[in-house]
């Protein structure tokens, strides 16, 4: 195990430090809050001769995937950052970059999605974009930030698909946090190099990348990005466990968290998971079995971890900070929802809708979430019917 | 036509390894007109050979000698472009054996 480095530095920094220390052959990325700080601070890594990167300050968001696009058929190591209407915009491209199985790394923030216009976290964004066939990746803090943008690397290029982890806007990315960083060699060491196996500068073995593929041969496209997606959960694994064996911080696809014995249970991704613990522990020593089961990958979705961890609890909790209008609840609670009917689970699920365009989210909240399904989990008693706020019929607050 | 190769025998990301692959890829079977050369008119000008965007008219020794009906889609370029009118466009479903047509 190496020893890191304490620091104090907010999420986005704390990215723009680990970009530094992979010093990535090309970086094409466009300004956008809160996104923002992880670009500028790494321009001037550039500027200041701290890295090789050709960073390319592209017109917009499309032609930063594009360039990227390019960049990583070309056979360098690729990687950009955004958030909300910046993803939006690269929407096109997203399906572009998974699709010609290029391993780019997107450094992202979750932003709401205009409009009312606003610029505070909820995860719209990238849920917006769970089909496009990359693999998503949450983190609960400034930390696993940086973790995971390491880890996305070796990740994204042993699955052959381009990685987003994202961190929370602003709760993330400009809260200022203790952190461990690893010496810069520690990660050189870590994430190796990168040797594209059919890149398009090889003029000795001239290939075609991009295409027409007509209804014979662009099914069996998809069924290759599916295999790649069932194959990518042992990838992560893998990576996380040498990522723990370096840094004595293992990740996994889930992080179960006093769950073992619990009887009701929070899922939940993204910061609000840190919240949710504390409130586990505040009612573990009232003598509640409560649990939680937070989600690092949301693709691929970890349905047979969820499965497992759930399907003996009486009832759980499904947080979602981002809504699926018209649709039967949020993402996650649709995944879940379908991990445990697919698992045999038992457990019933209730959706909170939480959090959205940057409302805080209190421990009192996640409690009373938490009291809710201990009175479903109660015989005799009722649900409690889900309008409980003035503000909003599906927000916990 | 032979058996499609199947998801586990083709590059992934859609990726073309080889140059010259198209010979390989059978668009005549696309075509539901198919061009039909009157000799007798035909002067060997290669304005068809010209025009064709299939690379699918056959040409030895500077004599239009026919289509690559393998390669042809039935635009009917070269029927348009001819100008002697040698080459007229006939429905694919006349040529089947047991047609009607």
Redesign the interface.
């Known amino acids: 195990m190496v020893k890191g480095k304490v620091v104090a530095l907010d999420g986005a920094k704390a990215v723009a430090e680990a970009m530094r220390q992979m010093n990535p052959d090309v970086v094409a990325a466009y300004p956008i809050t809160p996104q923002t700080e992880i670009v500028q601070t790494f321009s001037q890594f550039v500027a200041d001769g701290k890295v090789d990167t050709e960073f390319i300050p592209v017109e917009s968001e499309h032609a930063a995937m594009s360039a990227c696009v390019g960049a990583a058929a070309a056979g360098g190591r690729v990687q950009t950052a955004t958030t909300s209407a910046g993803m939006a915009l690269m929407w096109e491209v997203l399906y572009v970059a998974a ?4 391993p780019i790394v997107m450094h992202f923030v979750n932003r709401a999605l205009s409009a009312p216009l606003n610029i505070h976290c909820d995860h719209s964004d990238s849920m917006g974009a769970r089909d496009a066939g990359w693999i998503h990746l949450f983190a609960e803090n400034a930390q696993e930030a940086y973790d995971n943008a390491i880890q996305s690397v070796r990740i994204a290029e042993a699955c ?1 698909l381009p990685v987003l982890h994202t961190q929370d806007g602003f709760i993330i990315s400009h809260g200022v946090e203790r952190l461990q960083i690893l010496p810069d060699q520690a990660v050189k060491d870590f994430i190796g190099t990168y040797k594209a196996e ?1 890149p398009l500068l090889d003029t000795d ?7 027409v ?1 007509l209804p ?2 662009y ?3 998809k ?2 990005q599916v ?2 997606m069932e194959k990518a959960p042992q990838v992560i694994r893998r990576v996380g466990q040498e990522y723990g064996t370096l840094t004595g911080r293992t990740y996994g696809l889930v992080e179960p968290y006093k769950l073992d014995d619990a009887e009701v249970a929070i899922v939940v991704l993204g910061s609000t998971a840190g919240t949710s613990k504390v409130v586990v522990d505040a009612l573990r020593g009232k003598g509640v079995k409560a649990g939680l089961l937070k989600l690092r990958a949301f693709r691929p979705f970890p349905a047979q971890e969820v499965a497992v961890a759930l399907r003996d609890k009486v009832a759980v909790a499904v947080l979602d900070r981002s809504m699926s209008f018209g649709g039967q609840g949020g993402p996650v609670f649709l995944e879940t929802c379908a991990a445990l009917y697919n698992g045999g689970g038992r457990a019933r699920a209730i959706n909170y809708i939480y959090g959205l365009g940057g409302r805080d989210t209190t421990p009192d909240q996640i409690e009373r979430a938490f009291q809710e399904i201990l009175n479903i989990s109660t015989p005799g008693k009722a649900p409690v019917d889900a309008d409980q706020s003035e503000r909003g019929r599906q927000s916990p607050g | 036509m032979a058996k499609q190769p199947g998801w586990k025998d083709i590059p992934i990301g859609g990726l073309i390894l080889e140059g010259g692959t198209a010979v390989k890829y059978e668009t005549g079977s696309w075509r539901s007109n198919r061009p039909v050369l009157d000799k007798n008119k035909c002067t060997n000008c290669m304005l068809c050979w010209v025009f064709c965007p299939d690379s699918a008219i056959v040409v030895r020794e500077s004599k239009m000698l026919g289509y690559d009906l393998e390669h042809c889609k039935g635009c009917g370029i070269c029927a348009r472009e001819c100008p002697v009118k040698a080459i007229t466009m006939v429905e694919e479903t006349k040529f089947r054996e047991g047609s009607n047509g």
């Open positions: 699709s010609t199985r290029l052959m059919h073995h001239p290939i075609m990348v991009g295409p593929d014979d041969f099914t069996e496209h069924r290759q295999d790649a």
